[in-house]
């Protein structure tokens, strides 16, 4: 942007540019994604980040460069073009193979009608070069205490050599190449600090948010992630007759084992149980869920599946749990039981807490039977 054509200092129009730019994309990435889980889309948010970004920013270039196509000011927007790349290539981490990115440069030198320049053919290559470099520091070379310097080593001297290229096709002063360089390099810092700090509070966010869902002693979900699961499984179940079932399950005489071991130690028995029940869960199945509910109590949700179905899974746990040897700190092994109740969802359950019921009610008969057995029905 210059003073001439938009009647504003092109630098803090240019500042507010990119701002808005970088924060239309976090807020439309952000609303889209969160409507396609509401709806339960199954759809991978790295592939569609990946497909998203590259729609963003090609719509983004193509439409700032449209507005200068064929004009002998048609380098005014290269810096936010650059912008878009490094976005793409860095931040966004988009592994766009040079077989797919050749192709769009290809095309996009055939919109603005450069590819009769010999300069535009070698800032095309550098350009292609930059987005790779930056994509493999984004991957493999990054440290988290010189991201800012391997950044700046690469986008100071990329768009240094994209700018000479620009000042050769179309005889810019010095004065004027220095400029746009400098801009650039401001904008990259801008750039890094601004998406830095979104990051970080979005990773407080993910941890809160985690708090919110996770037992913090096991690491496994907790009631409310339980509450909510079982409410959605559960009007899924109905709403599309797919099964559901549970598997609930407690310690047996598990206040024994705070009274005589001390509970750090009873703090390391439930730790070691659901890190075991989650293994074997994740092995059988990635579907099926595990929940501390309780203070000794575990829920398993088995989504899609029958009673029947789940026995395997069910036994597998119950043995490998009965025969658990848990090493204390001072090298004493501990060695617990548990008592299980299994269910599925049945066509009078009315709502989950049907459900629950009478998976709590099969535990306590499991109890009730002297404890270290399985009910199911």
Not at 82 to 95: D, E, G, S
Not at 118 to 135: I, P, R
Not at 156 to 162: D, Q, R
Not at 228 to 253: C, K, P, T
């Amino acid at each position: 942007m210059t003073w001439s054509n938009w009647l504003v200092p092109p630098f803090p129009t240019s500042i507010f540019f990119v701002l808005g730019f970088l924060t239309l994309y976090q807020v439309s990435y952000s609303w889209i994604t969160t409507q396609l889980h509401d709806h339960h889309v199954q759809i991978n948010d790295d592939t569609f980040n990946t497909w998203y970004g590259v729609f963003y920013m090609l719509v983004f270039v193509f439409a700032l460069q449209s507005l200068v196509v064929g004009q002998s000011n048609s380098w005014e927007f290269m810096n936010f073009e650059l912008i878009a790349v490094t976005f793409c290539a860095y931040f966004l981490n988009i592994r766009i193979p040079v077989y797919f990115l050749f192709p769009i440069v290809l095309v996009y030198m055939a919109f603005n009608g450069s590819y009769i320049y010999w300069q535009s053919w070698g800032h095309a290559l550098t350009l292609m070069t930059f987005f790779w470099v930056l994509n493999l520091i984004r991957r493999k070379l990054a440290d988290r205490r010189y991201n800012l310097a391997l950044y700046l080593a690469v986008t100071v001297p990329f768009g240094g050599a994209l700018w000479l290229w620009m000042k050769w096709k179309f005889t810019l002063s010095w004065e004027t190449f220095a400029q746009e360089w400098l801009y650039l390099t401001v904008f990259e810092i801008l750039l890094y600090s601004y998406l830095d700090m979104l990051s970080r509070d979005s990773q407080s966010k993910l941890r809160l948010a985690r708090l919110d869902s996770h037992d913090a002693l096991t690491g496994i979900e907790n009631y409310e992630a339980y509450r909510n699961d079982v409410h959605q499984l559960f009007a899924e179940s109905r709403e599309n007759g797919q099964g559901l079932a549970m598997m609930m399950f407690d310690i047996d005489h598990f206040k024994q084992v705070n009274d005589t071991y001390g509970h750090l130690a009873g703090d390391r028995v439930l730790q070691q149980l659901a890190k075991t029940v989650a293994r074997i869960a994740s092995q059988a199945d990635p579907a099926i869920k595990v929940y501390r509910t309780g203070g000794e109590e575990f829920n398993l949700l088995f989504p899609n599946y029958s009673l029947a179905e789940t026995n395997a899974i069910v036994d597998q746990i119950f043995t490998v749990i009965n025969h658990l040897p848990i090493t204390l700190d001072d090298g004493r092994l501990i060695q617990v039981t548990i008592s299980v109740g299994v269910s599925a969802v049945v066509a009078d359950d009315q709502t989950s807490l049907d459900f629950y019921n009478r998976v709590d009610h099969n535990l306590y008969q499991s109890k009730r039977e002297g404890r270290q057995l399985i009910t199911r029905h």
